[in-house]
């Protein structure tokens, strides 16, 4: 099956980049309603709608949100592809709007998506709010989990550029899975064995697309994250983490792989070959580890004081919220040899001085990446200017 065709001719393309709000994404809602069920579920802290749609009469039941989180807004993106092609009209969507029915909370955290932040208005992580329920955004995804009692839960998140998976020189996890644990030792029941199953059809898909990109995030039991409680509550759940691809930092090619992934989960689930235990394929997944920086500087000569040394230096970018556009800031987060970390670029200085405009000598952790090597080489926000 031509997945990359297929992608094509439905990606969305009102949707683009990391900023993604109930903004974007209403005038796309109320062209589906005459093929699906739109409607607001609720409403957040500060009274914007959650809208919930309903695709498909089948009866099973596939219960997915995305931006609970709300600076994590690629599997939003990915999410209206997807829909894109549930009314394409094509027989294989005609067959799932059959077989599935597809609940989608498409932006769970409404005021953290405008404000580009990960917690909601009340500055609440709503994925530790699973028990306590304390905030109107948890409460409704509870309800709606209550109401549906789905067969399937797809939590749908991003994460940072920081994860990379494999030995040596690893790659970068453009895509991450987890079935979570449902208890502390965690085990594996028949509902986490479905979860892992589904996992591995879909990595099967993906190794296709990003070979050795694909990770596995850490399945320490914690019933205060929605994907754990869910699971322990017996419906079998699966965690996308949507991360960095090369030099794509708005995470449109993630986006893409996002879409793969949840092609193949619903193929696998509708052919029934989630039936097959993949167990071996699953835990053979790297798990994520910490090993990235975005910008790395080496063999920069520095004088600190009053001494001069060669060493190494990285930079993070920030993501900041700039007239309903995100920006990416550098800044330098770490200093020294960094022998066991890598980053998307690295830089050679070849033994230069480092400089910057006020006259500074070396690097300071917190400082903007805006600075000289040597005489010619200007860094500006982390990148060297030609």
Not at 216 to 225: G, K, P, V
Request: charged fraction near 20%; hydrophobic fraction near 40%; include cysteine.
């Amino acid at each position: 099956m031509d997945l990359q065709n297929i992608y094509v001719s439905v990606k969305e393309p009102k949707l683009y980049g990391r900023y993604i709000n109930n903004d974007h994404i209403t005038p796309l809602l109320n062209g589906f309603k005459n093929t699906f069920e739109v409607s607001t579920e609720g409403y957040s802290v500060n009274n914007e709608p959650i809208y919930k749609i309903v695709a498909g009469k089948g009866s099973v039941k596939v219960f997915m949100w995305s931006q609970m989180h709300g600076n994590e807004s690629t599997t939003t993106k990915a999410i209206f592809d997807f829909l894109n092609f549930l009314v394409s009209g094509s027989p294989i969507a005609q067959s799932w709007l059959q077989h599935f029915t597809f609940y989608i909370l498409p932006i769970l955290n409404p005021d953290g998506a405008r404000l580009y932040t990960r917690e909601n208005a009340n500055k609440v992580d709503l994925n530790r709010d699973s028990v306590q329920l304390t905030q109107p955004e948890s409460q409704l995804l509870r309800a709606v989990f209550n109401q549906v009692q789905p067969n399937y839960c797809f939590n749908m998140h991003d994460q940072r550029t920081i994860f990379g998976v494999g030995e040596g020189k690893p790659l970068p996890a453009t895509v991450s899975f987890l079935a979570p644990s449902y208890n502390e030792a965690r085990d594996i029941n028949e509902c986490r064995q479905v979860a892992i199953n589904v996992i591995a059809a879909m990595n099967d898909e993906l190794q296709k697309h990003i070979p050795g990109q694909v990770g596995r995030f850490d399945d320490s039991f914690n019933i205060n994250c929605i994907g754990d409680m869910f699971q322990s509550l017996g419906v079998p759940t699966v965690l996308f983490e949507a991360g960095h691809y090369p030099d794509d930092y708005e995470r449109e090619e993630t986006r893409k792989m996002i879409f793969f992934a949840l092609f193949s989960g619903i193929l696998a689930i509708y052919e029934n070959v989630i039936a097959v235990n993949g167990n071996n394929n699953y835990f053979n997944i790297p798990q994520n580890k910490n090993v990235f920086y975005d910008v790395m500087w080496k063999n920069i000569k520095i004088n600190y004081e009053n001494k001069e040394k060669i060493t190494n230096f990285a930079s993070q970018y920030r993501e900041v919220l700039i007239d309903k556009s995100v920006i990416f800031r550098a800044f330098i987060s770490e200093i020294g040899n960094l022998d066991d970390f890598h980053a998307h670029a690295e830089i050679d200085a070849f033994g230069e001085e480092f400089s910057t405009e006020d006259g500074a000598k070396s690097p300071k952790i917190g400082d903007e990446a805006t600075f000289f090597i040597g005489k010619n080489r200007k860094i500006v926000n982390g990148l060297e200017i030609f």
